[in-house]
Every structure is written in structure tokens, then in C-alpha cells.
């Protein structure tokens, strides 16, 4: 990490140019919502990564257990020498009357991997949660016009003023009072002047070429994800190859981490239909390379999100297409998985869906049921509910873990400029989490686990219902696929939500 001079003229320039846009793991959907628990006390997070780096991140706690007094926030690189000494938190302020609800604007300095750690105290004692979050800028914004007139106006004036000081100092410093002004001294004043125009027009250009030069190193950080070139070899082995367009030197393809037993998780889905999807796990066979046995694959163009972390607990979505025929392959084994729909934007696939509840009935007579709120707006954190029944109605009794999740979902927009893989705990990765929760997994087989949502590890019966806190982006068309398992059975249920807002009203004036 260095804030040194570079951090100090990239914070001028922020502050000058208004840099735009954040980074993310997923595609098109930045912010990061979570839930989690600090000691006794259960919380809702939101963290909207700046707009500018460095820049903002604002920060919005729920709180779901009475009793806190006051939280503070601290955001803090998740690796390396500076993830050791955080600095000092900020309290989060408490902007309504509503007593459960916090707010915090946190000032993220560098492109990088990094967390929110949040510090609670109340009537239960104390807690501590860290929210993993990536950040980078992903692109930039012109000067506003009017700024940029404002500024060129007053730099003129500046420069004019400057000539107008200098000459009249060399003319008449040395003029005694009342003494007429000689046409020597008027020269050297000419001179004077002279001089100081071709000084700063020369101090212009010179900031120019700085300015432009610091433009650059920036635009060199704005985020470019990785790319994916796939195709099928012999013996139906899909081929990823990823490659690296260029953006900082820290990132490298020979880094990834498992994320709960993978290295990728890949989602491929026949597009733009979205009726077929799979949820499988190549395998690294060389550096940036990963292979995979395909399963049977009706034909059709799939598009392909697969999601891997680095080392540093940055996660990247890498995106990726491909053509395949009719593919007789591998029965699905292990955690790989499908589910089928009909095609997206047609009638949705159960007729007694309700405006408060859609169901989906799968093929072996199971059913996923979807509890939807009443309304879906963009940018707001909901806790999506899923449900599981067996043929006869009931609760499964042998509900499993799948991946060591009670869930898993994938939110995708129809229009393919969203996808975000999400769990119980939320959007964050959970390679990530867990490196900014260290003691919360050492907890792993202790009663902490219980308390992480979506991961209980005890002997109970496990829950058919399961909940993901997540906010769509944007306003329109999405599918959500969600993955429960009960037995040695991954079931996918596929479900339709429209966003409102102003992009999908068609009741125009
Ligand atoms: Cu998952």
C-alpha cells in the first residue's frame, strides 16, 4: 500500500475531475450486501463501494438484535502489513429515529482487497464482523463544463493578474512618489513582462503534460476483468483459457483460492433463452487454464460467468461465450449441477404463482417455492426467501448442505449486464469472508458456525427454507436460479422478477 505522493495527486484529481464508477466481483452489480453476525448480534450490510478512488464507500447497518448502543466502522485492507494496523474507527451515525439503523461514509484510498470492520457494543457485551469488499475504479468522467469554464476564466485572470504585478513592480517600485515614470522604466516593465508571460505560459504546458501524464497512470487502474476464451477439445472437455488485458501488476492468473472446494464456479447458461443452466467446477490444468469434462448439454450459445478469488481475496467474474452442439458427456457428478425453465420473458412456469409467491415445480416432483416481497426496487436490501417441498407438499427430512451452504443463487438480468453469485451470507465471496473473519471460521467446529447464516454445521435437522440478502442494481427483467440440495439431489429452481423503475415502465405519457 502506498498513500505517499501518488495517493495525494490521485485524491487531488478525484476530488477535481470526479472520477466514476466502483469495481466488483460480480458483473453489474457492485454493491455488497450481507449479513452476519458480531458476537451476540445479528446484522444487515450494505456497502456501496466509492464511485472514486480513492473515494467513498457508504455503509448502512441493520440491526436484527436489540440492545446495541453504538457500532463503529473501520475500513481496512484485508491483506498485508496495513490489514494490521486499521485505523482509527469511525462511530456510525444514526440518522433517523429509527434506532436500528446506521450509517457511515468511509474514505477507501487505494485499488484494492478490502473490509469494513464493524465493531458493536451494547447490553450483550461486544462483537466484531468484517464485510469483505473489492475496490476499483472502473472508469472515468469528464470535467463538468461549466467547472472546467469556471476554471479556465479564473486561471486566466491568474495569469493575467501575475503579468500585471510583475510589471508594474519593475517599473515603478523604485519610483519615488509623485515622480514621473521614465521611458527606461517603462521598458524594463515591458521586459518584466515579457519574461513572466513566457515563464507561465511555459508553467502552463508544463502542467498540462503533468496533468495529462497523471491521467493516465489512472486510467491505467481503472478495472479491466480478466478474459475468457472457451472451446470444446476432444473428448467434450471444455477449455477456458483466461487472459489478463492489462490493469495492475498485483494481479496475476496463478493466485486463485478455493472458494467453499473450488477454484472456479462456473455458471453457463443457453442465452439469450436462459432456460438451461449449469453450475460446474473446472478444474486448474495449467496456469489461467482450467478444463472440464461436459456434461449431456442440449445445444444452443451459452454464456459463461465463471467466478474465481485471488490470493488477496479479490474476487473476479470472468465472462465468456460459446457455441455448442447437441453434447452426450458425463452424468453430472459431485457438486455440479442443472436445472431447465422455459424460455425467460414468456409466461412464468407455474400458474398458481401469486404476486406474493412463486412456485416451481421440478422434475422429480419436488417444488421451490419463492416467498417474494411485495415490490422489488432497485438498490434496496431484501431478504430473498426459498422454500423446498417434497412431492407430497411436505418439508424434505434429508436436507443437505450444498457446498457447505444452505443455498446458492445466481441473479441474473435478462439482458445480460447483471450477474451476481450469491449465499446466505450474501454477496461477498466466501474465500474472502472468511480471511476477514479468521476467528468466526477457527469457529468451524465450535457453536460459532451455527451463527454464521447458511452454514450449520451441527446434527439439527437442517431447514428447507433459505435466505439471501441481496439488492438488484437496476430496474428491469430478472432470473434467479437457486440451488438447494436434499439427499445426494442438487435441485435448481428458476424464478422470474421485474424490477420497477423507470427503465421498464411502458405506460409513457
Ligand atoms: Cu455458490
Known amino acids: 500500500m502506498n498513500y505517499s505522493p501518488r495517493a495525494l495527486t490521485s485524491l487531488f484529481f478525484a476530488a477535481v475531475l470526479l472520477f466514476a464508477i466502483p469495481a466488483h466481483a460480480h458483473v453489474g452489480s457492485p454493491d455488497v450486501y450481507a449479513e452476519g453476525m458480531a458476537g451476540p448480534y445479528k446484522l444487515s450490510i450494505v456497502v456501496r463501494p466509492p464511485v472514486v478512488i480513492p473515494g467513498v464507500a457508504d455503509i448502512e447497518v441493520r440491526a436484527q438484535t ?7 466502522a473501520a475500513p481496512v485492507p484485508l491483506t498485508g502489513e496495513a490489514a494490521k494496523h486499521p485505523p482509527v474507527p469511525d462511530e456510525m451515525n444514526r440518522p433517523s429515529h429509527d434506532g436500528q439503523f446506521y450509517t457511515a461514509h468511509l474514505w477507501i484510498m487505494a485499488t484494492d482487497s478490502w473490509q469494513i470492520r464493524f465493531s458493536v457494543n451494547g447490553t450483550q457485551g461486544s462483537g466484531v464482523l468484517s464485510i469483505p469488499f473489492p475496490a476499483a475504479a472502473t472508469t472515468t468522467r469528464k470535467m463538468q463544463f461549466g467547472l472546467g469554464a469556471l476554471l479556465a476564466v479564473l486561471g486566466v485572470l491568474l495569469v493575467l493578474g501575475m503579468i500585471g504585478i510583475v510589471g508594474a513592480a519593475a517599473r ?10 521614465t521611458p527606461r522604466g517603462r521598458r524594463r516593465g515591458y521586459i518584466a513582462m515579457s519574461v513572466t508571460f513566457v515563464v507561465l505560459v511555459a508553467a502552463v504546458l508544463l502542467g498540462n503534460a503533468w496533468w495529462k501524464s497523471e491521467a493516465a497512470v489512472y486510467s491505467g487502474h481503472i478495472y ?8 470444446v477439445g476432444q473428448g467434450n472437455v471444455l477449455d477456458l483459457k483466461l487472459r489478463d488485458p492489462g490493469w495492475i501488476k498485483q494481479r496475476k492468473l ?3 483460492i478455493p472458494d467453499h472446494n473450488h477454484l472456479m464456479h462456473l455458471y453457463m447458461i443457453r442465452w439469450p433463452q436462459m432456460d438451461v443452466v449449469f453450475h460446474l467446477h473446472p478444474e486448474q490444468v495449467a496456469t489461467g487454464e482450467f478444463q472440464l469434462p461436459l456434461p449431456s448439454v442440449p445445444a444452443g450459445n451459452y454464456r459463461l460467468y465463471a467466478d474465481v478469488v485471488h490470493a488477496v481475496g479479490f474476487p473476479e467474474t470472468v465472462v465468456g461465450d460459446i457455441a455448442l ?26 400458474s398458481t404463482s401469486s404476486a406474493r409467491e412463486q412456485r416451481f415445480k421440478l422434475a422429480d416432483g419436488y417444488t421451490m417455492v419463492w416467498k417474494k416481497p411485495a415490490s422489488l426496487a432497485p438498490k434496496t436490501p431484501v431478504d430473498f426467501q426459498f422454500e423446498l417441498l417434497d412431492p407430497q407438499g411436505r418439508p424434505p427430512e434429508d436436507m443437505a448442505l450444498y457446498m457447505g451452504m444452505l443455498g446458492h443463487a445466481a441473479f441474473v438480468k435478462t439482458d445480460g449486464t447483471v450477474f451476481a453469485h450469491i449465499h446466505p451470507s450474501g454477496t461477498v465471496a ?7 473473519n479468521p476467528n468466526a471460521m477457527q469457529g468451524a467446529a465450535s457453536a460459532d458456525m451455527k451463527e454464521m447464516p447458511g452454514m450449520n454445521m451441527s446434527q439439527d435437522a437442517l431447514p428447507n427454507t433459505v435466505s439471501f440478502p ?3 442494481p437496476t430496474p428491469g427483467r430478472y432470473r434467479i436460479f437457486v440451488q438447494m440440495k436434499h439427499a445426494n439431489t442438487v435441485e435448481t429452481g428458476v424464478f422470474d422478477g421485474d424490477v420497477a423503475g423507470d427503465q421498464t415502465s411502458d405506460a409513457k405519457r
Open 254 to 256: 496463478d493466485d486463485f
Open 66 to 72: 436489540p440492545g446495541i448502543e453504538r457500532i463503529t
Open 224 to 231: 479491466k476483468p480478466l478474459e475468457m476464451n472457451a472451446a
Open 470 to 472: 441481496y439488492g438488484f
Open 325 to 350: 452442439p447437441q453434447v452426450s458427456g458425463r452424468p453430472l457428478a459431485g457438486d455440479d449441477a442443472e436445472g431447465q425453465s422455459t424460455t425467460v420473458g414468456g409466461p412464468l412456469p407455474d
Open 172 to 181: 515603478e517600485a523604485k519610483l519615488p512618489p509623485g515622480e514621473a515614470l
Open 430 to 436: 466466501m474465500a474472502a469472508f472468511m480471511m476477514a
